[in-house]
Nanobody, 119 residues
Framework: QVQLVESGGGSVQAGDSLRLSCAASGRAFSSDDMGWFRQAPGKERERVAV????????YYANSVKGRFTISRDNARNTVYLQMNNLKPEDTAVYYC????????????WGQGTQVNVSS
C-alpha cells in the first residue's frame, strides 16, 4: 500500500521559514515526478512545486518563486519543501503528491500538513 506522509507544518510568523518533508512508502518513487500542492480555506487546491525524478525542479507557482525550494532524496524516498520568507497568504494545508502512472491524471495524495502564517 502506497503512503505519502507529510510532516513539518506548524504556526509561524510572517518572514519565518519552515521545511516540509514527505516520506513515501509502499513503492519507490525514484523514477517519478513528485510535487507539493496546497489548499487554503475556501479555495481550490493549487499546485505549488514539482520536481523531476532526477532532482530538477520543473514548476513553481508564481506566488512562491524565489521563496520556496523543492528537493528530494531518492535514497530516502523523501521529498522536501523549504519555505522561506513565509507570508500570511501561504497559510494552507500542504499536500505531497505523486502520479500513479506516467501522468498526473491520477494521483497519490498524502494526508496533508497545516501551515499557519500570522502577520
Amino acid at each position: 500500500q502506497v503512503q505519502l506522509v507529510e510532516s513539518g507544518g506548524g504556526s509561524v510568523q510572517a518572514g519565518d521559514s519552515l521545511r516540509l518533508s514527505c516520506a513515501a512508502s509502499g513503492r519507490a518513487f525514484s523514477s517519478d515526478d513528485m510535487g507539493w500542492f496546497r489548499q487554503a480555506p475556501g479555495k481550490e487546491r493549487e499546485r505549488v512545486a514539482v520536481i523531476m525524478w532526477s532532482g530538477r525542479p520543473t514548476y513553481y507557482a508564481n506566488s512562491v518563486k524565489g521563496r520556496f525550494t523543492i528537493s528530494r532524496d531518492n535514497a530516502r524516498n523523501t521529498v522536501y519543501l523549504q519555505m522561506n520568507n513565509l507570508k500570511p497568504e501561504d497559510t494552507a494545508v500542504y499536500y505531497c503528491a505523486a502520479p500513479r502512472g506516467s501522468t498526473w491524471a491520477s494521483v497519490y495524495w498524502g494526508q496533508g500538513t497545516q501551515v499557519n502564517v500570522s502577520s
